[in-house]
């Protein structure tokens, strides 16, 4: 439903304007949001999901997980409130706002590399960024299950002209069940073979989906396009059968790289690697200066910031785009 921007009404305490629409699909839209006054607790430039309040449960539900979480990693898109509105139409919008990513997805960064795929010096930096929030996350008992590039945003580091990724879009995600079978949900293309086979997401399934995703930031092409299939049906044939094997990894990826995928990749996810014991791969090695040069400053205004900041109604989402 469109929204009547100049007559849209805050019901709550924080005033803001909607703007450009940024994205929207089955769980919102997004907008660019800014400040009509400026406050202290608040970015003059925000992005803002929203949906019409009796279809917003999506919505709620990632507020819960993101009060769990409270703005305390630098690798999860940071957010800053809830606010309801209610434009001239009468129906009443629920809205969140969150940390404005400037440099997109990270889907829209591997498709401009036109099936190249990213420098591994990019990759293996980024990689370390994701899964750091990836651990993070399951250490706080919780399962994102829909890891993909288009729910990695690239979020700008103030004077530096280069981005920190990072993971939004918890509207799919669940507490840990220790294995028990439940409905499945997330992206074909990166559900884990024990999803599609037996109908479990744990924290493996999301390290199955960071190492597609990290496939694809190497070598430009999702995971499974060299596959042949006419349908979702037939992808799901192809990633749940024991005898298959993931497409092979082209040749200019170093050895790190490919041990790295190898141990993200695992069909059987008792033998899978950890997010805790991926972040010790020589893959990933010889960051840590340049990381942490990049998000101490990040990190500290986050620290100082939780002290003073409530975080019980408020949290950031990005919609499917």
């Given at each position: ?137 399951h250490r706080h008992g919780y399962v994102h299950c829909d890891l993909k590039p288009e729910n990695i945003l690239l979020v ?166």
């Open positions: 439903m469109e929204i009547n921007l100049e007559q849209e009404s805050s019901n709550d305490g924080v005033l803001w304007r909607r703007g450009n629409l940024l994205g929207e699909g089955g769980y919102g839209s997004v907008h660019s949001a800014t400040l009509k006054k400026p406050n202290s607790l608040y970015p003059s430039l925000m992005a803002v999901k929203s949906a019409e309040l009796p279809e917003s449960a999506s919505l709620q539900k990632e507020t819960e997980i993101y009060n769990t979480f409270q703005n305390n990693c630098p690798y999860i898109l940071q957010f800053y409130g809830e606010e309801t509105t209610t434009p001239t139409s009468g129906f009443v919008f629920y809205n969140l706002l969150l940390e404005y990513a400037s440099g997109g997805t990270l889907d829209r960064v591997i498709k401009e590399s036109d099936g190249r795929g990213l420098p591994e010096l990019d990759v293996r930096r980024y990689a370390r960024c994701i899964l750091k929030g990836i651990d993070y996350i700008g580091i103030e004077n530096r002209g280069d981005f920190v990724p990072k993971i939004a879009d918890f509207g799919v995600s669940k507490k840990r069940n220790l294995g028990e079978s439940c409905s499945i949900f997330g992206t074909t293309m990166y559900l884990s073979p024990e999803a599609v086979v037996d109908g479990v997401q744990e924290c493996e399934s999301d390290i199955w989906a960071f190492g597609c995703i990290v496939f694809e930031m190497l070598t430009g092409k999702k995971i499974w396009d060299s596959y042949m299939y006419a349908n979702s049906e037939e992808l799901m044939v192809e990633i749940g059968d024991d005898e298959s094997e993931i497409p092979e990894i082209p040749c200019q990826v170093s050895e790190d790289g490919k041990d790295f995928l190898r141990a993200c990749l695992v069909k059987q996810p008792e033998f899978r690697s950890t997010a805790e014991m991926l972040l010790s791969h020589p893959f990933l090695s010889g960051f840590d200066d340049i990381i942490s040069s990049e998000i101490k400053d990040t990190e500290e205004e986050l620290a100082v910031s939780s002290k003073f900041k409530d975080f019980s109604q408020v949290f950031p989402i990005l919609c499917k785009l």
